[in-house]
């Protein structure tokens, strides 16, 4: 939103008005009414202890000249509110009368913008009626001050004895505060400001202290104010595009400098005092709010602050602007705007006396508060982090501290202003440890001079005597290039160059490839502007899938702001070179210049911090304008003045002549007075003067720079080209290669490095980054050769051919069996992608079905049918193509078959969004009356992200299908029944469950009965399941629906504690079952988080914690009588009932232990209480999860040791008996106490603590 130009047409002028504001002396004193900041103040009464002199009164526009310009109409509220935001200020000579400068925006409704550039001062008051409304008012002021403050007269005593010290500082605060007329000279703030199309701030607050220094010093100005003023508003012209100025001030010269069309956007706010007051780590914060339209709260007390940090956080964004309500100096008028529901970045002004707590915003939920002058910024929750965040502070810091300025900021940052030393950036350049490859600005002079029709213009402006040699400035040094501006404004612009290159390379990393996923419309301009709003025009989805992982927080709500959003539109609409916006067109050279660097590694995308190698040439261009100035401007000259105008008084501005500052000169075409130094700025000048139309020239300038740079194939011999293309070829593979063995290698991790491949390095690669690396090999691969490009997917084009051909071969029956079910398992896929709508473009398509070959390992079948139609290769391809190199083809496919040794979810966990069809299969026994069901089951299925909710299943039905949005990796099935009709007794063996787009297929077991009085009388249970081997035999079948299987032989898992159900372990046996579950947690934990498996199948699985615990208790327990089944849960409720019977009669033993049965107890309560028709296994299970998250194990086993109740329900040889062998158990569970435990919903679900 900074930068450079206005929307205006103005006719290449510097500045569009001198404005004067202050008080009107016609008018008097008026109260500013809407001066009411202290609106969000929450305490309340201060406004009547405000003397006079800290009240605001109403500011005017004095005088503005000219009256009225057609390019830029004046906008009298918004100047007068804008050049003094809090109105009109009175002081004394007690007071500091600083001059303060502070800069602003006037944004219009269609959004173009003029700036101002303000500068206040006092003026002492020389009306006697001001100076007597005053007194008056102080007088007022103190009587309401009296009756608020005197205190009751049986107060009298107290105040004496306790008030002397509050009354001491009260009055001395009235005097300081006070204006007696007959001793103080009063004092009115007045302002001058400019009003500028651009935003040029340092030479507009030159202009501005000099006008002041004009009239405050005590030898009069050279020339009347008016010359210099009629000078910068008629005779100083805006610099052109990558041109200097200097023109003359009242007491010295003053210099602009404006960027190139490929530079970045003009920026002229010191970047330097935004990071010694926020420091590096809240800008970088601050930065990520505004990326992400937070609202946005700036507050200071200092307006060029609020001006500085606002300009500075958008023209860092580049190349996105903010789109939103955008109002850095936020006028006492506008204070509602703080109550708006939108994204908003505005300023708010402090007056340094109340603090943070004191401040009552509207909206503070999403809100990111910076408090300026104190140095700490407020940010909203969940703010995810920038991309390689670390990395990146540490590259602006290494820069600041380059300059003296450290990057944690400065509160005296004037001495390290001092010792600014500037950076050199060929030394960043040099740095090749990430890939930085110094680049070579293009030379447009040479382009030029090879150009006949430049050449012919060139020998007829010699011959008028004028030469256009070019400097050459390559062999100078930097000793040799006197800059005309001083050393600080130099160093200024060279830190704020350098941080704003480090800035913009971050995007041009990030987005390095994003046109690809641009979604071009079908219709026209018009039409598709009309109805932008309801298109996708970015496919989102793709996009995200190619990035690495730690960049998803922030990508994926970066991608939903309106700044991209208009970006994209932008790039839509501007597609031609011609009419694309100039800030679009900087961002795609420069994106275009990093695929010609990017030679050594060819995927753009990497988790490696790339640092910004465009420093040295960026910062060269400064110097080169600095050091020779491109246009001098007219000098300040007496004006056609009556004699005794123009005198002015000591220390008050005066009014100036409105005859001869009303009117620019008298005619319309500026003369042409000051000179071209550069030789393109003279040719440019010329071809203007002689009528050549310059478009031509520089399009020829192009067309020669392509054609020098762009080699043509067709200028090489045949064994050339052959050698090349085999190079091409070798390369692809040698990629394909260390692409397979890299990706391996991050997909087995430790084990790898066991295997002896600890040389890859593969710290920090995330596997989404090189499955997206790989998805552009595979369409290099396809790109390679090709006849006649279709689409910007040569892989899907491809694809979309092959299964057209395979449709005409089935229809006339030319297809085998055996070929059309191998077919079919392409055909599956390719549907399957085809069916996800959130997936616009042809490259993310196509790369999408990579991702879901490589999770059903059929990547490298399904290539191979794809290039198995040798007609249809040969008709798409050239003979030198990689697909038509029979020996390379098999290699790489070769390569991509070992992918089937690893298990990769590449798609499952990138399209969560997406909406996948699920099939269940319930296979109940057979056996003991177990199929016939007369209850209306029912079903809810869990995964890493999310679950299904209850699904009513119909009765007798045991299969079905139904869609829901993408679970994950499944964990758990949670089955049960209403207990309805007359046999409401269910026997499920297992259940399966298989993802029809990923054809994953989990088994839940169970092996239990469901039903009242049946097995421990559970309506419901909660299986654990794992993922099924992918069988060969099943993939080649029909890929719809699983078939139906047969109960496979097993061992049924009855849990009741009953000798004869379960095989007999002894105590050694279960010692060990107790050790590998507990080992197999802490082994979960000490991996990478990317490699951990499913935590609920370690607790609840088959060799889980909850199986080897059930052994624990069911070892010893004394044989149940009258064919009764007796559960462990029946134990534990007895030992419950013990315990609290035990605390009633306060039979306590000690402290610890009462806390430990205390907590035992309420567990078993908080689980009998759940409305939840689980069995008493399936509390158990519970009980053992609850534990285990709150550390809670190793203590209920000491107290269920030392119960009574387990010696009457326990052998002598039970292992809960025996001392040594529970004090053993209790070692190895207190090893779970280091880890933090999240259970997953379903194994807790109904219980509340």
Not at 53 to 64: G, I, W
């Amino acid at each position: 939103m900074s930068g450079g130009g206005g929307g205006s047409s103005a006719p290449g002028r510097f500045a569009d008005y001198f404005v004067i504001c202050g008080l009107d002396t016609e008018t008097g004193l008026e109260p500013d009414e809407l001066s009411g900041e202290r609106v969000f103040l929450s305490h309340s009464g201060e406004n009547f202890e405000q003397t006079p002199l800290r009240r605001t009164f109403k500011s005017k526009v004095l005088a503005r000249y000219p009256e009225n310009v057609e390019w830029n109409p004046f906008d009298q509220d918004a100047v007068g509110m804008l050049c003094m935001p809090k109105g009109l200020a009175f002081k004394t000579q007690a007071d500091s009368r600083e001059p303060q400068f502070h800069s602003f925006i006037i944004t219009r409704e269609d959004g173009s913008r003029t700036f101002g550039f303000s500068l206040t001062f006092f003026e002492e008051v020389t009306s006697k009626q001001i100076c007597s409304a005053m007194q008056t008012l102080y007088h007022m002021h103190n009587a309401e001050y009296d009756i608020l403050h005197t205190p009751p007269t049986n107060d009298k005593d107290s105040c004496s004895s306790t008030g002397d010290c509050n009354g001491t500082s009260v009055s001395k605060l009235q005097r300081f505060n006070s204006y007696d007329i007959s001793r103080d000279t009063l004092y009115v703030s007045k302002c001058i400001c400019l009003i500028t199309p651009m935003s040029f701030m340092k030479a507009c607050k030159k202009v501005l202290e000099q006008l002041h220094q004009a009239v405050t010093s005590p030898q009069p100005p050279p020339l009347p104010l008016e010359s210099y003023i009629y000078n910068i508003l008629y005779e100083v012209p805006l610099p052109p595009a990558g041109r200097s100025l200097k023109f003359s001030g009242v007491y010295g010269p003053i210099i602009c400098q404006r960027p190139s069309t490929n530079e970045l956007p003009l920026f002229d706010f010191p970047v330097k005092e935004v990071f010694e007051l926020l420091g590096v780590e809240n800008v970088v914060q601050l930065f990520t709010c505004a990326l992400l339209e937070f609202q946005i709260l700036l507050y200071s007390q200092h307006y060029q602050r609020l001006m500085t940090v606002a300009e500075t956080i958008t023209a860092l964004m580049f190349p996105f602007q903010w789109q939103h309500v955008y109002v850095p100096i936020l006028p006492a008028s506008l204070l509602h705007f703080l109550d708006a529901p939108v994204p908003y970045l505005m300023g708010l002004h402090s007056n340094g006396l109340d603090d943070r707590s004191k401040l009552e915003l509207p909206q503070e939920a999403n809100l990111c508060f910076v408090d300026i002058d104190n140095h700490f910024i407020e940010l909203p929750e969940d703010l995810p982090q920038f991309p390689n965040k670390l990395e990146f502070v540490q590259e602006i810091s290494e820069i600041l501290m380059a300059f003296g300025i450290p990057p944690e900021g400065n509160l005296h940052c004037s001495e390290s202003a001092s010792k600014m030393k500037s950076l050199r950036a060929c030394d960043l350049v040099s740095d090749k440890r990430n890939g930085n490859i110094a680049g070579s600005p293009l030379n447009s002079y040479e382009l030029l001079k090879e150009n006949e029709t430049i050449a012919r213009l060139q020998a007829l402006v010699k011959r008028t005597g004028v030469s256009l040699e070019k400097v050459n400035y390559s062999g100078l040094s930097k000793k040799d290039l006197k800059i005309q501006c001083d050393e600080e404004e130099f160093k200024v612009y060279q830190l704020n160059i350098q941080i704003r290159e480090i800035f913009a390379n971050r995007f041009t990393q990030m987005f390095a490839d994003y046109e690809v996923f641009v979604i071009q419309p079908n219709q026209d301009k018009e039409s598709w502007f009309t109805n932008r709003e309801q298109m996708q025009n970015f496919d989102k989805a793709s996009f995200l899938s190619d990035q690495p992982e730690p960049y998803l927080p922030f990508l994926s709500r970066f991608l939903e702001t309106q700044m991209f959003a208009s970006f994209i539109d932008n790039k839509i609409m501007c597609h031609d070179e011609d009419d694309k916006d100039p800030v679009l067109r900087v961002f795609d050279s420069r994106v275009d210049k990093i695929r010609l660097l990017n030679v050594r590694t060819p995927t753009l995308r990497t988790s490696m911090y790339q640092k910004c190698t465009t420093i040295d040439e960026a910062e060269k261009s400064i110097e080169l304008r600095l050091a020779k100035i491109d246009h001098t401007a007219v000098h300040p000259h007496l004006l056609d003045m009556k004699i005794g105008q123009g005198k002015y008084e000591l220390g008050f501005f005066p009014k100036l002549q409105s005859d001869v500052l009303s009117t620019g000169p008298a005619t319309v075409r500026i003369v042409l007075k000051y000179l071209y130094l550069f030789s393109l700025g003279k040719l440019v000048l010329l071809a203007f003067l002689f009528s050549v139309p310059i478009q031509k020239y520089i399009q020829e300038a192009r067309n020669l720079g392509s054609t020098i740079r762009q080699p043509k194939l067709s200028n090489l011999s045949p064994s050339v080209i052959a050698q090349t293309n085999w190079k091409f070829v070798e390369g692809l593979l040698k990629e394909c290669r260390n692409k397979t063995k890299r990706m391996l290698v991050e997909k087995m991790g430790r084990e790898a490095v066991e295997l002896g491949h600890g040389e890859v390095n593969i710290t920090g690669v995330e596997e989404n980054t090189l499955i997206a690396s790989l998805c552009d090999l595979l369409e290099r691969i396809w790109s390679h050769g090709l006849q006649v490009k279709q689409g910007k997917s040569a892989l899907w084009s491809h694809l979309l051919h092959y299964l057209e051909n395979r449709q005409r071969r089935t229809t006339s029956g030319k297809l085998s069996c055996f070929e059309n079910n191998v077919r079919c398992l392409l055909f599956c896929s390719f549907r399957h992608i085809q069916n996800i709508s959130e997936i616009k473009t042809d490259v993310g398509k196509a790369r999408a079905w990579v991702r879901l070959s490589m999770e059903k390992k059929l990547l490298s079948r399904h290539l191979k049918q794809l290039l198995s139609d040798h007609e249809l290769t040969k008709k798409l391809y050239k003979r030198y193509a990689f697909l038509r190199c029979d020996d390379e083809k098999e290699q790489f496919l070769y390569h991509l078959l070992s992918f089937n040794a690893v298990d990769y979810f590449c798609f499952t966990n990138v399209f969560t969004t997406i909406l996948i069809p699920y099939h269940i299969l319930i296979v109940p026994s057979k056996k003991l009356g177990g199929s016939m069901f007369t209850a209306n089951p029912w079903i809810c299925i869990s995964g890493e992200l999310g679950e299904t909710g209850v699904l009513q299943i119909p009765r007798n039905i045991l299969e079905m299908t139904f869609e829901c949005q993408n679970l994950g990796k499944l964990t758990t099935v949670q089955i049960g029944h209403d207990n309805s009709g007359l046999y409401a007794k269910w026997l499920v063996e297992y259940v399966m469950v298989r993802n029809e787009i990923t054809g994953h297929t989990y088994k839940f077991p169970c092996g239990r009965w469901l039903g009242k009085g049946m097995d421990d009388g559970s309506l419901e249970r909660i299986l654990v399941g794992e993922l099924l081997t992918s069988n060969t035999e099943v993939d080649e079948r029909q890929c719809r629906t699983p078939p139906l299987q047969q109960s496979p032989s097993m061992i049924r898992r009855f849990v009741t504690i009953s000798p004869n159900n379960k095989p007999k372990l002894n105590t050694g046996q279960i010692q060990e079952a107790i050790g590998e579950a507990v080992n197999g947690i802490v082994k979960h934990f000490h991996k990478p988080e990317k490699e951990r498996g499913s935590l609920t199948l370690l607790l609840c699985g088959e060799s889980g914690l909850v199986s080897a615990l059930e052994q624990v208790f069911q070892h010893g327990f004394k044989s149940p009588r009258l064919f009764k089944n007796v559960f462990i849960w029946d134990f534990l409720e007895k030992a419950q009932t013990y315990y609290e019977t035990l605390e009633q009669n306060e039979m306590v033993p000690e402290e610890n232990w009462q806390t430990r049965a205390r907590n035992f107890c309420r567990f078993i309560t908080a689980i009998n209480n759940t409305p939840r028709n689980i069995g008493k296994d399936g509390k158990f299970q519970m009980l053992v999860c609850l534990g285990a998250r709150d550390h809670l194990l190793h203590h209920w086993i000491a107290l269920l040791a030392d119960c009574p109740i387990t010696a009457q329900m326990y052998e002598d040889i039970a292992l809960i008996k025996d001392h040594t062998l529970v004090n053993s158990l209790i070692r190895v569970l207190q090893t779970l106490q280091e880890f933090n435990i999240t259970l997953e919903a379903s194994l807790v679900k109904g219980i509340d603590i």
